[in-house]
């Protein structure tokens, strides 16, 4: 079993809509919680991190934790065609480590 | 502030040498980690170094090495290249451990023939 499942997509929404990205973990013990979005031929960079459960907003982007169900989930708002990419899940566990999920490509069209 | 740098940033090798990956963290950081990303695998961790110490390792063969040095520059080394080794190799570095967000370099494109 994968430690971090995301669907690997594409998600197509259009321009202005509301997009959701899901993603689920294995081990309860997971402390932290981090959205990363990656540009086809760029390295990952942060979007947001969460840690508590509940929602988390930044900008048009709402993060929201449920330790119970094991899943996180990423809300972008007014999606725009510069969100287009593909966004990355990473769950830190008890060792510290950092794992991704294979990440999901999202497809914003105008 | 300066950004997780890394050299070089494209490598073409060939089956059998060696290669060596640098990364220089973010100023003031000293946690440095590898990873490993192709397409059919996504991002895999190779390792994580913490004051010049190997802290965590991933799923790899001793074929990937690494070590740290006490600016908290981070080398990486793989032996032996095999053709699976093509892959984009990323650093990234983070204040501490735990909930620290790590920020990641441009990466290190690898090619082997």
């Known amino acids: 079993q994968k430690e971090v499942e995301q669907n690997s997509g594409p998600l197509s929404v259009p321009e202005g809509a509301i997009a959701s990205l899901n993603c689920t973990y294995s081990?309860?013990?997971?402390?932290?919680f981090f959205w990363y979005r990656q540009y086809s031929g760029k390295s990952p960079e942060l979007i947001m991190f969460?840690?508590?459960?509940g929602d988390k907003e930044d900008g048009r982007f709402t993060a929201q934790l449920n330790k119970a169900s094991q899943y996180v989930s990423l809300l972008i708002r007014d999606s725009q065609p510069s969100d287009s990419a593909t966004y990355l899940c990473?769950?830190?566990?008890?060792?510290?480590?950092?794992?991704f999920g294979t990440g999901t490509r999202l497809q914003v069209f105008p | 502030k300066a950004g997780v740098t890394q050299t070089p940033r494209y490598l073409i090798k060939t089956r059998g040498q060696q290669v060596t990956l640098s990364c220089s963290p973010i100023?003031?950081?000293?946690?440095v980690s590898w990873y490993q990303q192709t397409p059919g695998q996504g991002l895999q961790f190779l390792f994580e170094?913490?004051?010049?110490?190997?802290?965590n390792k991933g799923n790899f063969p001793g074929r990937f090495s690494g070590r740290q040095f006490s600016n908290s520059r981070s080398e990486m080394n793989v032996s032996t290249l095999e053709l699976g080794d093509s892959a984009l190799y990323l650093c990234?570095?983070?204040?501490?451990?735990?909930?620290?967000?790590?920020?990641f370099g441009p990466g290190t494109r690898l090619l082997v023939l």
């Open positions: 100023s003031g950081h000293r946690s």
């Open positions: 990473a769950v830190t566990y008890n060792t510290d480590k950092l794992i």
């Open positions: 969460i840690y508590s459960n």
């Open positions: 990234a570095s983070r204040l501490g451990r735990g909930r620290e967000t790590q920020y």
């Open positions: 081990d309860r013990g997971s402390q932290s």
């Open positions: 170094y913490f004051s010049e110490t190997q802290r």
